[in-house]
């Protein structure tokens, strides 16, 4: 399985990548990128089956090619699931984000109703959303249950 992890933050994409080696995926399979750029880069280069993004995101990568760096966007993951949605190419996404709700068109999205609203706006397959709270059990009792939703190879 070829995975995508789209996090800035350095102890929140460990505890995803921890979570994502339990489950069998080898480390060579996890790709992660750090900014919205390079995300779309990824997006755009090549199929994955199963991406996770944060919400808010830099723009750029701080360690990209150009070490513009960049600043964050509330709604970077959005960015992503418009890159998504302009490739044609439909795959699985799980959300992880710090925040209660995110905002889609305007408008503000409850987590609980996240799946439902981006998949039908972005035409992917959006498992569902968690709130990620740094050492909690809560929120990886969470992300496990979405990850439990997929066939591991």
Known sequence: ?????????????????????????????????????QAVLEV?????DLIIV????????????DGSGGGGQAVGGIEILRALSSTKVSTKVIIVTQYPDIIVGGERVRLHQAARVLSAKYRQEVLGAVLYSYKTPEWEAAFDALLGKLKWQ
């Not at 399985?1 to 994502?20: F, G, N, P, Q, S």
């Open 1 to 37: 399985m070829k995975v995508l992890l789209i996090e800035d933050e350095e102890h929140k994409a460990e505890d995803l990548t921890r979570r994502l080696l339990k489950t069998g995926l080898a480390a060579s399979e996890l790709t992660r990128a750090i900014g919205v750029r």
């Open 44 to 48: 755009m280069k090549g199929a994955y």
């Open 54 to 65: 944060d919400m808010a995101l830099p723009t750029f990568s701080s360690t990209g090619d």
